[in-house]
């Protein structure tokens, strides 16, 4: 089965940096996902990672270690608008190729204050 | 526009009565699912489908059906709605297995 982690609730100040964590197990990894969701909304994807290493995509980067089955997400230079919750989601395979099996975290609610 | 569609977006329904949500996308993905979202548990996926005609279980599929017999339609179906059913139905869409556009959501309340 997976088993995946990360915070519940996190506070920070705008214009700062935050880092969400993530940790996984999973039995036939195959990619790491961030979504962000607005209350009330539909989740948006952020980032995707597949090897070890760090993706940088604007004021937002992701970063992955397939070893210690971990990621996180940094959202640099915080805005209002980040107030959101923010997914993680692992893709397995289970054995079944190209299968499209995802799985989400509980996601990290963010609150950014002025 | 590129675009989830889903239908109805509100619902509420009595225990047993069937019912249908529609989900449609305009951008010739091949992949398709189903989710439910409840607090504490987070998305949860009910059903995918590679293509047309393949379609294959998720984490929580007990209760549900679903259908691809076209490209951008990948209805659910709930054959006897139970309380337990009550959620946040998302359905989404990608090309092969990347990121997933997601349709606005269907809150369906079983009484």
């Known amino acids: 089965g997976q088993n995946i982690d990360q915070p519940t609730e996190m506070t920070a100040t705008e214009g700062a940096i935050v880092q969400i964590n993530c940790t996984y197990q999973?039995?036939?990894?195959?990619?790491l996902f961030w979504y962000q969701q607005h209350a009330g909304e539909a989740p948006t994807f952020l980032s995707y990672?597949?090897?070890?290493g760090l993706e940088e995509k604007g004021r937002f980067s992701s970063f992955l270690s397939r070893s210690k089955g971990y990621s996180y997400l940094l959202l640099k230079e915080l805005q209002m608008k980040d107030s959101a919750s923010y997914l993680c989601?692992?893709?397995?395979?289970?054995?079944?190729?190209?299968?499209?099996?995802?799985?989400f975290g509980t996601g990290t609610r963010l609150t950014v204050i002025p | 526009e590129a675009q989830v569609t889903q239908n109805p977006r509100y619902l509420i329904t009595v225990t047993g009565k069937k019912l249908t949500v529609t989900c449609s996308q305009n951008?010739?993905?091949?992949?398709m699912s189903w989710y439910r979202q409840d607090p504490g548990l987070g998305l949860r996926q009910i059903y995918y489908?590679?293509?047309?005609?393949?379609?294959d279980k998720g984490d929580v599929p007990e209760g549900y059906k679903v259908s691809r017999k076209e490209k951008r339609n990948f209805p659910l179906i709930l054959e006897s709605p139970s309380p337990n059913q009550t959620s946040l139905y998302f359905c989404?869409?990608?090309?092969?297995?990347?990121?997933?556009?997601f349709g606005p959501g269907t809150r369906l309340t079983v009484t």
């Open positions: 989404a869409s990608s090309l092969r297995a990347h990121e997933q556009y």
């Open positions: 999973t039995s036939g990894f195959n990619g």
């Open positions: 990672n597949v090897l070890d």
């Open positions: 989601a692992v893709r397995d395979r289970e054995g079944k190729t190209g299968a499209n099996n995802l799985f």
């Open positions: 951008m010739n993905h091949e992949y």
């Open positions: 489908s590679m293509n047309v005609e393949v379609t």
